[in-house]
């Protein structure tokens, strides 16, 4: 059907305006990990467009939150 998304890593980077290959996430993910004060939607990372739509889309429990879970877990994953 057209205009479907695959809610993946791969396609949320693209909805954030990122690169969005294995490699470049893995590398976002390595450069940008938070301490266990900083919340996925605080992180200084983010533009307000990118902010704006993490919020959004996790206060909707929308299908992208699956996703925003798996990416807010491995950006903590130092801690």
Do not use: C, P
Not at 35 to 42: G, I, P, W
Not at 44 to 51: G, L, P, T
Request: no cysteine; hydrophobic share 50%.
């Amino acid at each position: 059907m057209l205009g479907d998304i695959d809610y993946t890593m791969n396609e949320l980077f693209a909805q954030l305006g990122l690169e969005n290959s294995n490699a470049d996430i893995e590398a976002f993910i390595a450069a940008n990990q938070l301490d266990e004060d900083t919340t996925l939607a605080t992180a200084e990372f983010w533009n307000d467009a990118q902010r704006a739509f993490i919020v959004e889309e996790w206060k909707k429990d929308a299908v992208w939150a699956m996703v925003l879970d798996e990416l807010n877990t491995r950006l903590h994953e130092a801690n």
